[in-house]
């Protein structure tokens, strides 16, 4: 026994130390001599360390303080349990009952022979020491206890039952730091019941009786934490059995396992995905999966998937199993953008867009109604992304408050959104695989595909379609099974030294189908490569895809024959006998020689198509190739440029003369009738011009513009006949040329003026009318004369504007000098053949009348002989519809063009006027007197009026006069002058003297 002695007096411990030395020797005494002294054996900072001492004996007077005090200092702030025996003096019965007080073990009382007593109150207190250290190591293992229950996740607690009714009687503390609740609070009867998850609820309790049934449950539910959310927990009770094995009282183990229920959850998910995929099902129903998982583990999150089309930059909608239907159509095709929601900007940046309090946030001011509508208040958005960094879509989270996504929700998200982009991919790739397989089913172009041998290991049908092998027929055969023989060896060294330099060779190749014909086709074929375990593209395949150009080929030619010849006559056309051309000049260059072009143009051949139909046209221009083909030398061509024109390019000229010698043969060739396939039986006559090379051009372009001068100038010459170019021709048509480029710049310009000369009436000598005359003063310059330049305008068409703003000009002039008070007078205007050949001329001239506001009666149209002639019906229909207008019709130029009385008759003229050449030399040529005379008469007899215009003297007037001629027009009485000018004339003459 293990015994410490404090003593107050060394003669007290020498007395100690006799007699229990003589009592026993079971008693190991150490001593003190001070309270200070005995403090030194107990530590005071580690309350649980081990004292090595049983038992104490404490004299009450010590030096340094008394014994109760150093009891009492050892009790309350050291916490030591050590049995104490306390000496003290005889008279101090006080501190006795207050030692008592203290708990001590037992005292002595220093009277006579109290010496001898200690050793039985040492053993005494040696029994209470075995006590003593039993119960601190009782409090020790409850303090350990309640340590391993503060840390660990493990609850555990206690059921009393009352009657079959479990009742919670004990919880350990640690509860509160697993469910939030406090002990008191739980222990509170029913509150197990009301925290369940409504899910849960029924089960759970369900499941008590098996505890009664069995002894024991394990089982897994979800409950609600106080700060509402919801957590899994592992139950586990054992029954505990009372007297007569009834139940009494049983005890269990709650875990959280709402971290292992999350990773089952997302293991579920994934292979719940991957099931899906394999099962090829739609990509909805995947999404829809994910996020019905998503929701099972956090109830709180409505999960929304949109996935991203890349054309159209909108989201559209992939699943939302929780969200109203009114707001998943309003953002199904919302197009991507800074501040379009969470979604819209997250999908936009490519980063992640957190929105803890939509009511409040810039980004869904657009949306505030329909967020508002859903009761949605918060939204956390990440775009999730393939392999190449590209935003596929977005998967956000919204809830019903406002909110800021915790650390472990966030990762949560994360995750089922790298499960969304994989499942996303793997669709995407399916369906590309999917295309890809029907498109190489489907492609009309042969696709062979062989390893690196090589061996064929697959082809499509068109493949089989095209060779005529079946795909078991080349399956594993070398792809030179349709080799035609047409290529040599050097031709495949450089096909493959091509295509393993560059892995890809593309080029035209010849080859056999099965049933021996030979083929052409248009072949690529490229390496496919795989990446290596060191990261180097190594090819693996090869794959080949060709085109049967068969038809192609043909096609070509075809088109090389539509594109060079004509397809008609079956003769060169412009493009080819222009290449030809351009040899024939190269060689005359180099041999010394002449080349000549012949231009050939037929003579009123628009009177066969017009007449006849342009079927019978064309069989006439077939029948004159043929026959001009036979004339010509193997080594000209013959080429037809369009319509009506040919060309004969003559190469190896030694004389000049040459080419008239066989354009005369040509004409001459034409001189027979042509016998049709319609039956028809027509003459023609051609009127050729000539061109020289190097005489008259540097180049083909101007050979053939130079024999084209020459032929127009065949043509004014008589027709069916030839003419050489000659450099006055060319300076002709460039003069030509300036005049039409001056011309179209003066009708923009408004360089263009009408000046008005007066029509005198024979009887009253008064001006009755006016013609309108066009001239063209270019600024700065001298006035152009009308012979000059009214020719351009009708080769060029220019004719038809600007008759036009003659006609416009002419009837605002007229109305304006009836509206300054003038008397009225006939505005007489000119029409061109093209104006009066045009469709439109009725309308044109109703459109300007109306305009204008020109009575009709006012306006004389002025016309040739030479316009109505060609088609007379056609003129006659034009004139009558003229004059339905109300306007005055007057031939203009009588006697110089046909002039058919059977005709005239039938055209609802009212004026003939005759031409100035036969008035001008009315006083010296007997001639011209008759027909002047006869044109009167004759005018007299169809009851028309009659105007000599270009009357310039006395002794023309006075024979006009002696015949009754009914207008006079000419210098004698005005010349043209503008209307400003004339109208002052007319203000002082409007009779003449």
């Given at each position: 026994?293990?015994?410490?002695?404090?003593?107050?007096?060394?003669?007290?411990?020498?007395?100690?130390?006799?007699?229990?030395?003589?009592?026993?020797?079971?008693?190991?005494?150490?001593?003190?001599?001070?309270?200070?002294?005995?403090?030194?054996?107990?530590?005071?900072?580690?309350?649980?360390?081990?004292?090595?001492?049983?038992?104490?004996?404490?004299?009450?007077?010590?030096?340094?303080?008394?014994?109760?005090?150093?009891?009492?200092?050892?009790?309350?702030?050291?916490?030591?349990?050590?049995?104490?025996?306390?000496?003290?003096?005889?008279?101090?019965?006080?501190?006795?009952?207050?030692?008592?007080?203290?708990?001590?073990?037992?005292?002595?009382?220093?009277?006579?022979?109290?010496?001898?007593?200690?050793?039985?109150?040492?053993?005494?207190?040696?029994?209470?020491?075995?006590?003593?250290?039993?119960?601190?190591?009782?409090?020790?293992?409850?303090?350990?206890?309640?340590?391993?229950?503060?840390?660990?996740?493990?609850?555990?607690?206690?059921?009393?039952?009352?009657?079959?009714?479990?009742?919670?009687?004990?919880?350990?503390?640690?509860?509160?730091?697993?469910?939030?609740?406090?002990?008191?609070?739980?222990?509170?009867?029913?509150?197990?019941?009301?925290?369940?998850?409504?899910?849960?609820?029924?089960?759970a309790l369900a499941r008590q009786h098996l505890l009664i049934a069995e002894g024991k449950l394990t089982h897994e539910y979800r409950i609600y934490h106080r700060d509402g959310r919801v957590i899994w927990l592992l139950d586990e009770l054992q029954l505990v059995q009372g007297d007569a094995r009834r139940p009494y009282e049983a005890v269990g183990i709650c875990l959280d396992i709402s971290e292992r229920k999350q990773i089952e959850l997302i293991r579920q998910t994934q292979q719940s995905v991957l099931d899906l995929i394999v099962a090829n099902q739609p990509l909805p129903v995947i999404l829809n999966d994910i996020a019905t998982h998503l929701e099972m583990i956090n109830p709180d999150m409505l999960v929304s998937i949109l996935l991203l089309d890349k054309q159209t930059k909108c989201l559209k909608l992939g699943a939302a199993p929780s969200l109203p239907d009114s707001y998943n159509t309003l953002v199904d095709g919302m197009a991507i953008g800074e501040g379009v929601g969470s979604c819209g900007t997250a999908a936009f940046r490519g980063e992640t867009v957190i929105v803890s309090d939509i009511d409040h946030h810039p980004y869904w001011e657009l949306f505030m109604e329909a967020t508002q509508k859903a009761d949605l208040h918060a939204c956390w958005s990440l775009p999730f992304k393939d392999d190449n960094n590209q935003v596929l879509g977005t998967f956000a989270i919204y809830h019903h408050k406002a909110c800021s996504p915790p650390a472990e929700d966030m990762a949560l998200v994360q995750e089922f959104a790298a499960f969304t982009a994989l499942a996303v991919q793997k669709v995407y790739a399916t369906e590309s695989l999917r295309l890809a397989a029907t498109v190489f089913a489907s492609v009309r172009e042969g696709v062979v595909i062989t390893d690196l041998e090589p061996r064929i290991v697959a082809v499509n049908q068109a493949y089989t379609r095209?060779?005529?092998?079946?795909?078991?027929?080349?399956?594993?055969?070398?792809?030179?099974?349709?080799?035609?023989?047409?290529?040599?060896?050097?031709?495949?060294?450089?096909?493959?030294?091509?295509?393993?330099?560059?892995?890809?060779?593309?080029?035209?190749?010849?080859?056999?189908?099965?049933?021996?014909?030979?083929?052409?086709?248009?072949?690529?074929?490229?390496?496919?490569?795989?990446?290596?375990?060191?990261?180097?593209?190594?090819?693996?395949?090869?794959?080949?895809?060709?085109?049967?150009?068969?038809?192609?080929?043909?096609?070509?030619?075809?088109?090389?024959?539509?594109?060079?010849?004509?397809?008609?006559?079956?003769?060169?056309?412009?493009?080819?006998?222009?290449?030809?051309?351009?040899?024939?000049?190269?060689?005359?260059?180099?041999?010394?020689?002449?080349?000549?072009?012949?231009?050939?143009?037929?003579?009123?051949?628009?009177?066969?198509?017009?007449?006849?139909?342009?079927?019978?046209?064309?069989?006439?221009?077939?029948?004159?190739?043929?026959?001009?083909?036979?004339?010509?030398?193997?080594?000209?061509?013959?080429?037809?440029?369009?319509?009506?024109?040919?060309?004969?390019?003559?190469?190896?000229?030694?004389?000049?003369?040459?080419?008239?010698?066989?354009?005369?043969?040509?004409?001459?060739?034409?001189?027979?009738?042509?016998?049709?396939?319609?039956?028809?039986?027509?003459?023609?006559?051609?009127?050729?011009?000539?061109?020289?090379?190097?005489?008259?051009?540097?180049?083909?372009?101007?050979?053939?513009?130079?024999?084209?001068?020459?032929?127009?100038?065949?043509?004014?010459?008589?027709?069916?006949?030839?003419?050489?170019?000659?450099?006055?021709?060319?300076?002709?048509?460039?003069?030509?040329?300036?005049?039409?480029?001056?011309?179209?710049?003066?009708?923009?310009?408004?360089?263009?003026?009408?000046?008005?000369?007066?029509?005198?009436?024979?009887?009253?000598?008064?001006?009755?009318?006016?013609?309108?005359?066009?001239?063209?003063?270019?600024?700065?310059?001298?006035?152009?004369?009308?012979?000059?330049?009214?020719?351009?305008?009708?080769?060029?068409?220019?004719?038809?504007?600007?008759?036009?703003?003659?006609?416009?000009?002419?009837?605002?002039?007229?109305?304006?000098?009836?509206?300054?008070?003038?008397?009225?007078?006939?505005?007489?205007?000119?029409?061109?053949?093209r104006q009066f050949q045009s469709e439109n001329l009725i309308g044109m001239v109703q459109r300007i009348l109306e305009e204008t506001q020109l009575p009709a009666n006012c306006l004389e149209l002025e016309l040739t002989e030479s316009m109505f002639m060609e088609q007379v019906e056609r003129s006659i229909k034009t004139l009558n519809k003229l004059k339905a207008l109300g306007v005055n019709l007057a031939i203009d130029d009588f006697g110089t063009g046909y002039s058919s009385l059977i005709y005239l008759k039938r055209f609802p003229i009212d004026k003939l006027k005759i031409d100035q050449s036969f008035v001008r030399d009315l006083a010296d040529d007997p001639n011209d007197r008759e027909i002047a005379a006869t044109i009167i008469a004759m005018a007299r007899g169809l009851k028309l009026n009659v105007l000599a215009e270009g009357i310039e003297s006395e002794q023309q007037l006075d024979f006009l006069r002696q015949h009754d001629c009914d207008y006079y027009q000419g210098y004698l009485f005005h010349r043209p002058v503008p209307a400003d000018e004339l109208e002052t004339w007319l203000r002082k003459n409007s009779t003449l003297q």
């Open positions: 026994m293990q015994v410490l002695y404090i003593a107050g007096k060394q003669c007290d411990v020498d007395n100690v130390q006799r007699v229990l030395s003589q009592a026993t020797d079971k008693i190991k005494l150490s001593v003190a001599t001070s309270a200070h002294a005995a403090l030194m054996f107990f530590p005071t900072s580690s309350p649980e360390q081990i004292v090595d001492f049983e038992v104490l004996l404490i004299d009450y007077n010590l030096p340094d303080m008394n014994g109760l005090e150093l009891v009492r200092l050892l009790r309350k702030e050291s916490d030591l349990d050590i049995p104490v025996v306390l000496m003290v003096e005889q008279d101090i019965h006080t501190d006795i009952v207050r030692a008592l007080c203290l708990e001590v073990e037992d005292y002595l009382i220093k009277k006579e022979g109290y010496v001898t007593e200690i050793f039985t109150a040492l053993k005494s207190a040696h029994r209470l020491a075995g006590l003593v250290r039993e119960r601190i190591n009782i409090k020790r293992e409850n303090l350990h206890l309640s340590r391993l229950l503060t840390a660990s996740p493990v609850v555990l607690y206690s059921l009393r039952f009352i009657g079959d009714s479990p009742q919670l009687t004990w919880v350990s503390g640690n509860v509160e730091r697993v469910l939030g609740y406090s002990q008191q609070e739980i222990l509170t009867p029913g509150w197990w019941a009301s925290h369940l998850h409504p899910d849960d609820c029924g089960a095209i060779t005529g092998y079946s795909e078991a027929q080349v399956l594993g055969k070398n792809p030179k099974i349709v080799k035609s023989g047409i290529h040599d060896k050097a031709f495949y060294r450089e096909l493959w030294s091509t295509l393993r330099a560059t892995g890809h060779w593309s080029g035209e190749i010849w080859n056999r189908r099965k049933g021996g014909e030979i083929y052409p086709q248009w072949l690529t074929i490229s390496a496919v490569c795989i990446s290596s375990s060191s990261g180097e593209s190594e090819p693996c395949n090869y794959v080949g895809v060709f085109t049967d150009v068969s038809q192609l080929k043909q096609s070509e030619a075809q088109l090389t024959q539509l594109a060079h010849y004509d397809p008609l006559t079956n003769l060169p056309n412009r493009l080819l006998v222009q290449s030809q051309l351009r040899h024939a000049v190269e060689h005359a260059k180099r041999s010394g020689l002449l080349v000549s072009v012949l231009y050939i143009d037929l003579d009123r051949f628009k009177n066969v198509n017009d007449s006849l139909g342009h079927p019978v046209g064309d069989e006439l221009l077939i029948k004159l190739a043929e026959r001009m083909k036979k004339q010509v030398r193997k080594e000209d061509t013959l080429a037809r440029l369009g319509g009506d024109e040919f060309l004969l390019v003559l190469e190896g000229i030694r004389d000049p003369s040459d080419p008239a010698f066989i354009a005369q043969n040509l004409i001459n060739l034409l001189t027979s009738p042509f016998m049709l396939p319609s039956g028809h039986e027509i003459f023609i006559g051609a009127s050729i011009g000539i061109s020289l090379f190097p005489e008259d051009a540097r180049n083909v372009t101007e050979l053939i513009q130079h024999a084209d001068m020459a032929m127009y100038q065949a043509k004014k010459d008589g027709r069916n006949t030839y003419r050489y170019h000659t450099a006055a021709l060319s300076i002709a048509a460039n003069e030509r040329l300036r005049v039409e480029n001056r011309l179209r710049h003066a009708l923009a310009a408004e360089e263009l003026v009408l000046h008005y000369q007066p029509l005198i009436d024979a009887r009253t000598r008064c001006v009755v009318g006016v013609e309108a005359l066009v001239r063209w003063q270019p600024l700065g310059e001298a006035i152009v004369s009308p012979g000059k330049f009214i020719p351009v305008a009708e080769e060029t068409g220019l004719i038809v504007p600007l008759g036009e703003w003659v006609l416009r000009t002419a009837c605002k002039q007229a109305r304006a000098w009836i509206d300054a008070g003038l008397p009225r007078l006939v505005m007489a205007v000119n029409l061109s053949v």
